[in-house]
């Protein structure tokens, strides 16, 4: 049998033997935490909290700050210190919690206690995934009880969770693929009591063998989840590449994904969904691996939300020589980041850590009209002709050639052996087009 896949993509060094092998390690915070309240697509979360107050674990320390939004729940007792803005993985400033650990884990009531999700709605399904301030952890972080909540009349026949982990570097996926299968069936049985006629499938690269025999095992005697191997490339995570491995379906900006019949979740999702729903557990952890080539002991760590990343650090023998990049995330799609003084957050899926930005020194040179960017685009656009109509501003042209179905995967540029900075200039003025939409719907 072939593995599924999609057209175009890149196959870049996975490099993911520097952590796959070591296993989930459970880590506490030793000092404050500092819980971001924009951890998620949409409207920044509201805090219901005020410095000097005491917190619980698993206490809602931020509501939801609009119908796209996500609460915020602390992962440890303690003191409020400071509602104030704290710099995030962007390099902006954005509101945050900070809160003086007690190391007491004083919890709320109810924490932990099972729940029978057999007996509960679709809708309560929903509420309590909502409660938790669960939201999508591969990385785009949209909030998953929005996500559940289709538009009545539309019918989901494919709940696919995203196993792919087609980033290089990243393993946290893959630990919990091994270490905690049975977590995510439960989750996925919870989202097919929610949508009773769906199908559940699990598509897993097959560079990991081990996960999809570990899953399928786990899946045994269900007649509504299946396995299903995905050819190791980049991005065969991607929602709608995913999307079209799996149902042949496309789906475009204009589309979601429940138009296509399906719902998308990512591994560690699912998790926090079982931990939600049939355990009472809020999204107060995730796992995170620390790797590079400059980490003296490559790592994943199970952490609580909120805790400083130069903690994970530390908690790796710290680096083996100082890094000249430090990157938020994978290679590809990540965000070189300045300072360790970082917060972990829901979306905190890795850091990365190399000796040498080997970009940094190459200069972009005249394009030589190879076509090799046209071939590895997953969306089927031309790069180099939206990076034309971009440095331009020639914002109709942009538009007119697609650019706003650009998903920011970065084949191009990872392709492009004149090292033009084509993903680079086309994202950016995506932004801007889109800004300007929004302004002009605004008026």
Do not use: W
Not at 170 to 187: F, H, K, Q, S, W
């Amino acid at each position: 049998m072939f593995s599924k896949t999609f057209r175009g993509g890149v196959h870049p060094k996975d490099n993911k033997e520097l952590a796959a092998g070591a296993q989930t390690v459970r880590l506490e915070a030793k000092g404050d935490l500092t819980f971001l309240l924009n951890q998620h697509i949409g409207a920044p979360a509201k805090p219901l909290v005020k410095p000097g107050d005491r917190v619980l674990l698993g206490q809602k320390i931020a509501e939801a700050g609009g119908f796209v939004s996500a609460c915020v729940c602390s992962s440890v007792s303690g003191t409020v210190k400071a509602v104030n803005p704290h710099v995030n993985q962007s390099g902006d400033e954005a509101l945050a919690i900070t809160v003086e650990n007690d190391c007491e884990y004083e919890s709320v009531e109810g924490l932990g206690e099972p729940r029978d999700y057999e007996k509960m709605s679709p809708e309560e399904i929903i509420r309590a995934v909502a409660d938790a301030g669960i939201v999508g952890m591969g990385g785009a972080g949209f909030p998953t009880a929005v996500k559940l909540a289709v538009k009545e009349g539309v019918k989901i026949d494919h709940i696919i969770c995203n196993a792919a982990e087609c980033e290089p570097y990243i393993t946290c996926d893959y630990r919990l693929m091994l270490e905690r299968p049975n977590d995510a069936v439960l989750g996925m049985k919870i989202l097919l009591k929610a949508f009773p006629e769906a199908v559940g499938v699990f598509g897993i690269e097959d560079n990991k063998p081990l996960g999809i025999e570990s899953v399928s095992k786990a899946c045994e005697g269900s007649e509504r989840m299946t396995v299903l191997p995905l050819k190791k490339k980049y991005p065969q995570g991607g929602e709608r590449m995913l999307i079209y491995a799996v149902t042949k379906r496309k789906v475009n900006s204009k589309m979601l994904p429940a138009d296509a019949g399906c719902v998308v979740v990512n591994f560690s999702t699912l998790i926090a969904i079982a931990d939600a729903v049939a355990k009472n557990i809020p999204l107060v952890r995730r796992v995170v691996t620390v790797t590079g080539d400059c980490v003296k002991n490559p790592s994943n760590f199970d952490v609580p939300i909120g805790i400083c990343s130069q903690e994970l650090i530390d908690a790796a023998g710290g680096f083996t020589e100082e890094p000249e990049e430090v990157v938020f995330g994978g290679p590809m799609m990540g965000a070189a980041v300045y300072t360790l003084d970082l917060p972990v957050n829901k979306t905190s899926s890795c850091i990365l850590c190399l000796k040498h930005d080997e970009t940094a020194s190459l200069e972009p040179t005249a394009c030589i009209r190879c076509g090799k960017c046209l071939y590895a685009c997953p969306e089927h656009l031309m790069p180099i002709e939206l990076k034309n109509a971009a440095d331009r501003r020639d914002y109709a042209l942009f538009e007119k050639l697609g650019g706003l179905e650009c998903i920011s995967c970065g084949c191009c540029t990872y392709t492009c052996p004149a090292r033009r900075r084509l993903s680079q200039s086309i994202t950016m003025t995506k932004r801007y087009v889109l800004a300007e939409k929004k302004k002009g719907a605004a008026k």
